[in-house]
């Protein structure tokens, strides 16, 4: 069951993983690191991320959605809102098409 959301991120920019884009992966770290880790530290979470993808890239380029959970869980590691990525019980990956900037729409929700 999942309860009400803890935080949501919007990220903007070239939607990339952890193998093809450093910016992508500063811009996520960035946006995670404003929210306060006291808000989800040791619990269980369920992360829903909803990425919009320019319709020329969405079915290359090694996106698929588990390549592109990866960055989001790595971050959300890194930068303290869980101390161990083995605590997201639920994930939700989707792909999208944008014809407007590509971007990252992330939900995270306490697992109870």
Not at 62 to 85: F, R, S, Y
Request: hydrophobic fraction near 40%.
């Amino acid at each position: 069951m999942i309860s009400k959301w803890m935080f949501k991120v919007n990220v903007i920019g070239k939607v990339g993983t952890n193998s093809s884009n450093g910016e992508w992966r500063q811009n996520l770290e960035s946006e995670l690191s404003k929210v306060s880790p006291s808000l989800t530290y040791g619990r269980k979470l369920s992360v829903d991320a909803m990425f919009w993808i320019n319709p020329n890239r969405v079915n290359g380029n090694k996106l698929d959605c588990d390549n592109l959970a990866k960055p989001v869980l790595d971050a959300i590691k890194k930068v303290g809102i869980t101390h161990d990525d083995s605590l997201v019980y639920d994930l939700h990956v989707s792909k999208h098409i944008s014809f407007a900037d590509e971007h990252l729409e992330l939900t995270v929700s306490e697992w109870a």
